[in-house]
């Protein structure tokens, strides 16, 4: 298996897994990793995640069709997911939408699919915590391949699916026939919310406070 493989201690080498050390970042930055494994049973799965612990920082697991993917976290991960967690959260609370709050919240269905989101919201009604399903996930992407998000969350039947990708906000809507999904400049969930002024409140981090006040601002002005 790669697992043994990587452990391998040969003589006079370095331990094999020491090549796939993440490059090194500028000072104080971390960078994220991500692994998947093909051939991975349900069951094992779900013993993995027990034995990682519940409420834990990290790794996060995604898992479908026996495909797992690992994944630790960045500090910038982590900010941004808070970021654009509390600006959506201001939004909702100003435009009195009825919205409830998952969090990292892990999904599941039985022996296919499992996610834990950076954010997600039940809306307009709250569901059930063991089967009912978010409405809207936030997933923060800051390096490339694992696992298919959009495939994992079309199998929950999740009407919206937001990446926060190249420093840009990417909405992407569920068809009508949950064939899957596509892009769509507009939220259905929120309605009114301006990106432009969303983009520009995230590109104001880390001036948090100064930030969210902008956004606040902006959401009380007018509608042109």
Request: include cysteine.
């Amino acid at each position: 298996m790669v697992i043994e493989l990587l452990a391998e201690k040969r003589p006079g080498q370095r331990p094999l897994a020491e090549y796939l050390q993440p490059r090194s970042l500028q000072p104080g930055q971390e960078p994220e990793e991500r692994v998947v494994f093909g051939g991975i049973s349900w069951e094992n799965y779900l013993a993995l995640d027990r034995a990682l612990g519940d409420d834990r920082p990290g790794p996060r697991l995604y898992y479908l069709d026996g495909e797992l993917e690992i994944m630790t976290t960045s500090a910038k991960h982590e900010r941004a997911k808070t970021y654009l967690g509390d600006l959506l959260g201001d939004f909702m609370v100003e435009r009195g939408i009825p919205a409830f709050p998952r969090g990292q919240a892990t999904m599941r269905i039985l022996q296919e699919a499992g996610a834990e989101p950076d954010e997600s919201w039940c809306i307009p009604e709250n569901k059930d915590d063991e089967t009912g399903f978010p409405d809207l996930v936030v997933e923060i992407v800051l390096t490339s391949g694992g696992i298919a998000k959009l495939e994992i969350y079309r199998r929950f039947g999740v009407a919206e699916v937001w990446f926060w990708r190249r420093e840009q906000v990417e909405v992407w809507r569920l068809r009508a026939d949950a064939s899957g999904y596509d892009r769509a400049p507009q939220s259905v969930l929120l309605p009114g919310l301006d990106f432009a002024l969303l983009q520009r409140c995230l590109a104001m981090a880390p001036r948090w406070i100064e930030a969210r006040r902008a956004f606040r601002e902006g959401l009380r002005l007018p509608q042109a």
